[in-house]
């Protein structure tokens, strides 16, 4: 017989009926008055509804149906099943403990006092008092015993965990409480005999033993984490100490090498840098680009030209080496008197010499974005720039040589028009 029809369920109905002792399904009953049911609930007498519309259930006769009939009768329901089958599988009993490091680092004992197992009893009985408490149903199996409750609507309390601790009898509580009110048999023998997921320990003998020993466990587990993290911090703190004493006896040496270089002589530098850069003769027009204006940096152009020369470009054709704009702004604030200029004007001063340096050919700017520093990789470290490439000869003798290995498509920006200004490029047209 099939009674499952239409899932149409209602407060007013109930799913099982009390027969001769028996809670009964609709399926087994006649129609009707005719049934024999009460409610186990209230007592009251059911009528068997197994009509087409409405998935089969029993209504209360001439009577409203109180608020846990239907409860009441689904518990009934679920004794009733584990007595009539005396076994259930009972989920595996695994203990664990956690516990975190000082590093944060969460740690994890467990151990499995039992396996998921099918347990098999000589009897059931329901309802059966065991010291102060009365459990839904008792299974004996020679002098063992295990407790299962049946979860509905209402958990087992505090007090009666108590009492179970107290008793130290295993004890099983099964989940029902998702089930459709007027669910069957089939759905109930379900949950209380075949599936472990819904049934939880509520009491396992030796499991409080066995916690208090995998929390030894644990503990010296944490306290030898925590030992080896404070080694590793140690360790870390040491190094961090180090760099930081490293860099401040790098600056200090940068400075003192700053000051004492700021306190030579014009001769004495120009001497230094010509030796540097082998500058036989004449200065090379493009290591002392003079602006309109007066500079920003306290120092004659040929100087700090030569030097930014030497220091980054000088025998540094290297398609490696990235040189970035900030660090060479960096080094000349640190090397150069800058007086009263601000460091932003200072800052544009040198950016117009390298992408003027860009320009001769001996630097070549990598593409960035607006947010992006700009990097330039030196493509040309002798003393001389590149060739320049064989065009008519202009008034502007201060244009840039053009590097010969750049045919002239690639040249749109090295239009003749180029020349030097403090502060900006200016393009004559
Ligand atoms: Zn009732």
Known sequence: MVAAKVDIVDSTQTGFGLKDGRMCAPADVQSGLACGCTCIGCGAILVAKKGAKKRWHFAHHNVE????CAESAIHAAAKQVLLEHDW?????????VQGQATSGQVLEESSVLSEERVVRFERTCAEVWEDGIRPDVVG???????????????????????????LKLPTIEVDLSDLDISTGFDAIAQRVIHETGYKTWLFFPNEEQERQRLLAGLAARIERANREHQVEQAADQKRQTTRHRKLENDRKRREAANQRYRQMS??????????????AGRWPYYLCKKGDGASAIAEQAMIWQAALFSRFIFQRANSS??????????WILERFETGRSSPESVRAEVRLYLDYLAACGFLKKLSCTPYEIQVYTVVHGALEPPARLER?????GNQPPVPAELAPAQLPALKEGWIWRAGRLTKLV
């Open 65 to 68: 149906i109180g608020e846990s």
């Open 88 to 96: 259930l599988r009972l989920p595996c009993m695994r203990v664990v």
């Open 140 to 166: 004996y199996r020679g002098e063992r015993r295990l407790l299962v409750e049946m979860y509905f609507r209402h958990r087992v309390d505090e007090n009666k965990r108590r009492k179970i601790g107290k």
């Open 266 to 279: 014009h001769e004495d530098k120009e001497r230094d840098l010509r030796e540097r850069l082998g500058i």
């Open 321 to 330: 080496f990235e040189l970035k704009q900030t660090s060479v702004i960096q």
């Open 392 to 396: 008519p000869r202009t008034s502007f």
